[in-house]
């Protein structure tokens, strides 16, 4: 059975720094586009950060672009997240998903375009 755990989120200052993990199980990660998603509270959920299958692209919309880094470690079966310079705005439940569709589609961190979804970690900025 796919299955995809997040883990690492927690209540973080303003400026801290953060890496969520998903692990997955039941399945190989090296054949998967894998995004990490973000729902605040009120709001829809959002693409923060994406990465193709074999090459590793990456993809970052602009309010993450230098403090969001996505990785993948295939031999681990396991995607990360590394949050720094953390802001209240970021505040919410991070999901990962993954894809088989083509990357020119997933690419956009669209979550319409990703197919199987973790339960998310919650990650609260705040002082």
């Known amino acids: 059975q796919l299955q995809l755990v997040e883990s690492g989120g927690g209540l973080v200052q303003p400026g801290g720094s953060l890496r969520l993990s998903c692990v997955a199980s039941?399945?190989?990660?090296?054949?998967?586009?894998i995004g990490w998603f973000r729902q605040a509270p009120g709001k829809e959920r959002e693409g923060v950060s994406c990465?193709?299958?074999?090459?590793?692209?990456?993809n970052y919309p602009d309010s993450v672009k230098g403090r969001f880094t996505i990785s993948r470690d295939n031999a681990k079966n396991t995607v990360y997240l590394q949050i720094n310079n953390l802001q209240p705005e970021d505040t919410g439940v991070y999901y990962c998903?993954?894809?088989?569709?083509?990357?020119?589609?997933?690419?956009?961190?669209?979550?319409?375009?990703?197919?199987?979804w973790g339960q998310g970690t919650q990650v609260t900025v705040s002082s």
């Open positions: 998903a993954v894809s088989r569709r083509s990357w020119l589609y997933t690419r956009r961190c669209q979550p319409r375009t990703y197919e199987y």
């Open positions: 990465i193709s299958n074999s090459a590793g692209t990456t």
């Open positions: 039941g399945f190989t990660l090296d054949e998967w586009h």
